[in-house]
T-cell receptor
Framework: TQLLEQSPQFLSIQEGENLTVYCNSS?????LQWYRQEPGEGPVLLVT?????EVKKLKRLTFQFGDARKDSSLHITAAQPGDTGLYLC??????????FGPGTRLSVLP | NAGVTQTPKFRVLKTGQSMTLLCAQD?????MYWYRQDPGMGLRLIHY???????AKGEVPDGYNVSRLKKQNFLLGLESAAPSQTSVYFC?????????????FGQGTRLTVV
């Protein structure tokens, strides 16, 4: 059983569309991070959210941490082919070690 | 800036063979990690180190050993490779525990055990 679930597992969209991917858990997390991993590369940190209800924006990407700190979402506006990659959420459930979710693989077609 | 460098990038082993994966970081980070990545499983922590001369077990340590003799290097060993160890291995380093700071990853080592 994974401590972090991500949905959808795969997503293929056209350039210019909007999308949201989700990261959910039954456990409370003290913080959550989002990473993006491109093919053949290691993950790269996009953002860390710490406070329940927190919203952070990074250009066209909007990250939200749920009020109960059990879930998070990533919304991309006007997706571009450069957004293609594997999006991973990660964090420490309270009292436990840092874990990664299985990821959402996004493909943005030109 | 090199960041985190892993060698080799690809390797094919026969069942029962041994090998060592090398990880080097030039950011003076105290914390270093070895993960494996399998389809649908995300990244799973094998072993980690919080400083030179220290190591600790992660989520999936069986079949692996590690050493941190120098602060900048973290070695992952497979004493007797098994097909279940076919995976992509990532090394990472960070200034502090990953929930408090950014972890920097290497490019990965794709290992196939036949």
């Amino acid at each position: 059983t994974q401590l972090l679930e991500q949905s959808p597992q795969f997503l293929s969209i056209q350039e210019g569309e909007n999308l949201t991917v989700y990261c959910n858990s039954s456990s409370v997390f003290s913080s959550l991070q989002w990473y993006r991993q491109e093919p053949g590369e290691g993950p790269v940190l996009l953002v860390t959210v710490v406070t329940g209800g927190e919203v952070k924006k990074l250009k066209r990407l909007t990250f939200q941490f749920g009020d109960a700190r059990k879930d998070s979402s990533l919304h991309i506006t006007a997706a571009q082919p450069g957004d293609t990659g594997l999006y991973l959420c990660a964090g420490p459930p309270e009292g436990q070690n840092f874990v990664f979710g299985p990821g959402t693989r996004l493909s943005v077609l030109p | 800036n090199a960041g985190v460098t892993q060698t080799p990038k690809f390797r094919v082993l026969k069942t029962g063979q041994s090998m060592t994966l090398l990880c080097a970081q030039d950011m003076n980070h105290e914390y270093m990690y070895w993960y494996r990545q399998d389809p649908g499983m995300g990244l799973r922590l094998i072993h980690y180190s919080v400083g030179e001369g220290t190591t600790a077990k992660g989520e999936v340590p069986d079949g692996y050993n590690v050493s941190r003799l120098k602060k900048q290097n973290f070695l992952l060993g497979l004493e007797s490779a098994a097909p279940s160890q076919t995976s992509v291995y990532f090394c990472a380093s960070s200034y502090s525990f990953p929930e408090h700071t950014e972890a920097f990853f290497g490019q990965g080592t794709r290992l196939t055990v036949v």
